[in-house]
């Protein structure tokens, strides 16, 4: 079995061990949490939504809601409708978002460091990309706090006792009631890795080829009992760099950078262990089973028990190949040129993150300002047409705009039936049918008589600059409305 590096470059970040350099480091993590008025992170908008809608059906003021008792999915919307009354909404949101971070971003650090050695050089900045990447800004933050938990779970793991690792255990009951996969993905990486310690060299082919056949049935019993979807386009998600394309293509920048030292870092340790030596390493056989399972696993599952199918699941799994991919490299020492490489494209990356979440706080300000004017307890559906760009950043700004004055009648959560809140039919709140959600967000919903009285929110001007709103009547298209007249209330 391949052994780690001890601590390539140690001696030059040796002040990041100490514990303020510890809390330096935090900090500098939590800058993007900090940097503008709104954290844009995709469903957390949705997120903070209804931990609002929740504590609102807790008071008995919204009729044709309830709340369901859930064993996973719930621990971040938990903490939210936990802060929420304490420390108000835009405190709640930025509290819950930073735990999330911090757990995930030091988790994957400690999990890196265990496999791979104290590689600071290439560690932080990887790490950091990750933690604020394509799964942090479609706003999947019960799958982030998830991953982190088992993260620090397989870090202590890897160096550990038995009696140690059974200790831990309820670091997965924890990550369970955020997010069910990671913890599946855990359990599975850490007997793969329990198994590969005790058996022969000899063996590890085999131990290897019973992990790819798992990969393989597990994938031919969901296409065979689940309508799945599968594109032959998850090849690109194998290494994990696709985490960086968050918004549009400036991005390839970023990834091209990092994918350069990283898989450079790779060759340089084939060259030195030897490639039958890096073959036989548990962890290269991991990334290897992270990216076979990124390649074959479907990327959508519709579970019947759900409205909404289980989707991004490539994407997700792309993140685990990501992190498993640095555990490898990590146990090579990084030349200057690429320190300079990774710092570089690092800064590069937190530039673009900022200057495209700007444009969208600019926006939903524009939305704020609109929906503030209508009347409190008013049903209102928006809509404004996807970008080019990987990540739609307002799919959900009519949730958070609501908050504490009416209410988003596209709200997602409760017809999936996957989080906590459910709804009755005529509930007058939020559609009950996912079907009309999945129209509703194509912009080809068509009003009906049911829904009235409702409000339009939508992109107005003559380059759609502005943002406007009116009474809907029964016929209207939602995806239409800005085509069709630009009246109604621009700030």
């Known amino acids: 079995?391949?052994?780690?590096?001890?601590?390539?470059?140690?001696?030059?970040?040796?002040?990041?061990?100490?514990?303020?350099?510890?809390?330096?480091?935090?900090?500098?993590?939590?800058?993007?949490?900090?940097?503008?008025?709104?954290?844009?992170?995709?469903?957390?908008?949705?997120?903070?939504?209804?931990?609002?809608?929740?504590?609102?059906?807790?008071?008995?003021?919204?009729?044709?809601?309830?709340?369901?008792?859930?064993?996973?999915?719930?621990?971040?919307?938990?903490?939210?409708?936990?802060?929420?009354?304490?420390?108000?909404?835009?405190?709640?949101?930025?509290?819950?978002?930073?735990?999330?971070?911090?757990?995930?971003?030091?988790?994957?650090?400690?999990?890196?460091?265990?496999?791979?050695?104290?590689?600071?050089?290439?560690?932080?900045?990887?790490?950091?990309?990750?933690?604020?990447?394509?799964?942090?800004?479609?706003?999947?933050?019960n799958f982030h706090l998830s991953l982190g938990l088992c993260l620090w779970y397989l870090a202590i793991f890897w160096r550990a006792s038995w009696r140690l690792r059974f200790l831990i255990t309820p670091l997965l009951v924890l990550a369970w009631l955020a997010h069910p996969f990671p913890v599946i993905w855990a359990l599975g990486t850490a007997a793969y890795f329990a198994i590969a310690q005790s058996v022969r060299p000899q063996l590890q082919?085999?131990?290897?080829?019973?992990?790819?056949?798992?990969?393989?049935?597990?994938?031919?019993?969901?296409?065979?009992?689940?309508?799945?979807?599968?594109?032959?386009?998850?090849?690109?998600?194998?290494?994990?760099?696709?985490?960086?394309?968050?918004?549009?293509?400036?991005?390839?920048?970023?990834?091209?950078?990092?994918?350069?030292?990283?898989?450079?870092?790779?060759?340089?340790?084939?060259?030195?262990?030897g490639v039958g030596t890096l073959l036989g390493g548990a962890a290269f056989q991991l990334w290897l089973l992270n990216t076979a399972a990124v390649l074959l696993i479907p990327s959508r599952i519709a579970f019947p028990n759900y409205g909404l199918p289980f989707s991004y699941i490539n994407d997700r799994m792309s993140l685990l190949a990501g992190i498993m991919l640095g555990g490898v490299v990590a146990a090579m020492p990084v030349r200057v040129h690429e320190k300079v490489i990774l710092i570089a494209t690092a800064v590069t990356f937190f530039c673009f993150i900022l200057a495209d979440t700007k444009q969208l706080n600019r926006q939903e300000d524009r939305v704020s300002a609109v929906v503030g004017q209508l009347p409190a307890g008013a049903r209102v559906l928006g809509f404004f047409a996807p970008p080019s760009a990987r990540v739609n950043g307002l799919l959900h700004v009519i949730d958070r705009a609501c908050i504490g004055h009416c209410f988003s009648y596209a709200d997602y959560e409760p017809p999936s039936r996957q989080f906590r809140i459910r709804a009755g039919k005529g509930n007058g709140v939020v559609f009950d049918d996912y079907a009309d959600i999945a129209s509703a967000e194509l912009g080809k919903y068509v009003v009906q008589p049911r829904d009235l009285p409702l409000y339009g929110v939508y992109p107005c001007g003559l380059r759609l600059e502005y943002v406007c709103s009116r009474p809907l009547q029964v016929g209207d298209v939602n995806g239409e409305l800005g085509a069709k007249s630009t009246a109604g209330h621009a700030p």
């Open 205 to 273: 082919l085999a131990l290897f080829a019973l992990g790819l056949l798992t990969i393989i049935f597990t994938r031919y019993f969901l296409e065979r009992r689940y309508r799945c979807s599968w594109s032959v386009a998850q090849l690109y998600s194998i290494t994990g760099a696709n985490q960086i394309l968050v918004f549009d293509r400036k991005y390839l920048f970023v990834l091209g950078g990092f994918l350069l030292v990283w898989l450079t870092l790779l060759g340089n340790l084939a060259r030195k262990s």
């Open 1 to 141: 079995m391949m052994k780690s590096a001890e601590d390539p470059n140690q001696h030059t970040v040796a002040a990041w061990q100490r514990p303020a350099g510890i809390a330096l480091l935090s900090i500098l993590l939590l800058v993007p949490c900090c940097w503008q008025s709104r954290i844009q992170a995709g469903d957390l908008s949705s997120h903070v939504y209804n931990a609002w809608l929740a504590s609102l059906i807790a008071q008995g003021k919204v009729q044709g809601l309830w709340i369901v008792q859930r064993s996973n999915n719930v621990l971040f919307d938990l903490e939210l409708e936990w802060l929420l009354p304490r420390v108000g909404v835009d405190a709640a949101q930025r509290i819950a978002v930073s735990v999330s971070v911090l757990i995930f971003a030091w988790g994957a650090i400690a999990f890196l460091f265990s496999v791979g050695g104290r590689n600071w050089w290439l560690v932080v900045p990887s790490v950091a990309i990750l933690a604020y990447g394509f799964t942090y800004h479609m706003g999947f933050f």
